[in-house]
């Protein structure tokens, strides 16, 4: 069974740092992109942040929300997701979503085009950051 | 304030048809592929749609989802109480090199 877990959350000071961790199973985690989305409190889905399999890199792009301040990152051997998190505001409590990513294109000189979809979801993880 | 935009909210009665609509840009829909997503509260997000209107392996064929130039839709017909949920399209935006998501369409079943 494929299946994503997250694990880390909890209650943090705004300003201090957490990471939390996805832990993969039932499919080659080294062959998929992972992504962060985050639900905060009577709030949609937003897009955190992704990172690419090694295949292409293993490059990272964020939200402009959380630029700067976050970080994921991977471990193939292990098949976990990181998302370390830094500077952290009260604006960031949510629940965080960890999930596989799918999709295919192509980069041109305005930037890539193409097919970018999530097609498993962990079921979330808490973080509330207050004084 | 969200890159795509959706309805709030939508309603509809048991075994009727609705639809909710996603609107973008060039640099979003009009360029990239739409996915729609299920999110009932408290639970994980669910695929529904990917790449404007394909359906992943489980997903009944009562979801259908169309794009047209920079908006997209998706349609649920045969409406079910269990379809009461938070309805999101996504997508990718190649000016923000980012994901993007509509603000949510909350259905009611009435």
């Known amino acids: 069974e494929v299946q994503l877990v997250e694990s880390g959350g909890g209650l943090v000071q705004p300003g201090r740092s957490l990471r939390l961790s996805c832990t993969a199973s039932?499919?080659?985690?080294?062959?998929?992109?992972m992504s962060w989305v985050r639900q905060a409190p009577g709030k949609g889905l937003e897009w955190v942040g992704f990172i690419r399999s090694k295949a292409y890199g293993g490059t990272t792009e964020y939200a402009a929300s959380v630029k700067g301040r976050f970080t994921i990152s991977r471990d193939d051997s292990k098949s976990i997701a990181y998302l370390q998190m830094n500077s952290l505001k009260t604006e960031d409590t949510a629940v965080y979503y960890c999930t596989r990513v799918e999709g295919s294109g192509k980069a041109y000189s305005s930037g890539w085009y193409g097919s970018y979809y999530m097609d498993v979801w962990g079921k979330g993880t808490t973080v509330t950051v207050s004084s | 304030q969200s890159v795509l935009t959706q309805p709030p909210s939508v309603s509809a009665a048991p075994g009727q048809k609705v639809t909710i609509s996603c609107s973008g840009s060039?640099?979003?829909?009009?360029?990239?592929?739409v996915s729609w997503y299920q999110h009932l509260p408290g639970t994980a997000p669910k695929l529904l749609i990917y790449?404007?209107?394909k359906r992943p392996s489980g997903i009944p064929d009562r979801f259908s989802g169309s794009k047209s130039g920079t908006s997209a839709t998706l349609g649920i017909t045969g409406l079910q109480t269990g379809d009461e949920a938070d309805y999101y399209c996504g997508t990718w935006d190649s000016s923000l090199s980012a994901g993007v998501f509509g603000g949510g369409t909350k259905l009611t079943v009435l």
């Open positions: 039932g499919f080659i985690f080294g062959d998929y992109a």
């Open positions: 060039t640099s979003n829909i009009g360029n990239n592929y």
């Open positions: 790449e404007n209107n």
